[in-house]
């Protein structure tokens, strides 16, 4: 019962850098999201995919890309990592349709952008 | 856009006070769903509420789906030190009669409300 498993849990990248934030879900849902988590700020919408072979912009999608791989896993991307992408971010999943009812999330990725 | 306003922003309990934190919006929804994040962990559903009105309790936890579907509440019983973290409310326009797609379907959150114990 793994549910929403995210790599890696912490990460350093200096600015400039790239990298791959990786999520899978086991639990067959169809929708995914990528959320940042700074203080004060709450959560925020990065990217979401509402069903396998779409994804969309949230509420601060600049600076990153995602793909939607497969039903199972949703990847984040920072083409260039910069200082105000320090943040930590968690991948959720969803069941999408009539009778939805929460989000499920990962245990986060703690990235310093430095 | 739809934003949930979440109050207060942070408290501090002390062992076996009552606790009680809300969340209103200008927009309807027809789900309201309250979490809990613990310190390095993501947030946990604890509550769920799918009509207008609804009661209910998890433990010593009870919240509430305002009657005008534009609020919630929640409130901790004779709080212990493991209920510090931070509380989101969360928003949905879905429900088990009616579906929006797009970003319309989209969970809405609170900024959160931050619960630490009294020095």
């Known amino acids: 019962n793994a549910g929403v498993t995210q790599t890696p849990k912490f990460q350093v990248l200096k600015t400039g850098q790239s990298m791959t934030l990786q999520c899978a879900q086991d639990?067959?849902?169809?929708?995914m999201y990528w959320y940042r988590q700074d203080p004060g700020m709450g959560l925020r919408l990065i990217y979401y995919s509402a069903s396998e072979g779409t994804t969309d912009k949230g509420e601060v999608p600049n600076g990153y890309n995602v793909s939607r791989l497969n039903k199972r896993e949703f990847s984040l991307r920072l083409e260039s990592a910069a200082p105000s992408q320090t943040s930590v971010y968690f991948c959720?999943?969803?069941?999408?349709?009539?009778?939805?009812?929460?989000?499920?999330f990962g245990s986060g990725t703690r990235l310093t952008v430095v | 856009g739809q934003q949930l306003n979440q109050s207060p922003q942070s408290m501090f309990i002390q062992e076996g006070e009552d606790v009680s934190m809300n969340c209103t919006s200008s927009s309807i929804f027809n789900t309201w769903l309250w979490y809990k994040q613990d310190p390095g962990e993501g947030p946990v559903l604890l509550i769920a509420l799918y009509k207008a009105g609804e009661l209910t309790s998890n433990g010593r936890l009870t919240a509430q789906f305002g009657i005008t579907r534009k609020d919630s509440f929640l409130n901790i019983s004779a709080s212990i030190p493991s209920d510090v973290g931070i509380y989101f409310c969360a928003a949905h326009k879905n429900s088990g009669e009616k579906y929006y797609g797009g970003s319309q379907g989209n969970l809405i959150f609170g900024k959160g409300t931050k619960l630490s114990v009294k020095p």
């Open positions: 959720a999943s969803t069941r999408r349709e009539k009778g939805l009812y929460g989000y499920t």
């Open positions: 639990m067959n849902h169809n929708s």
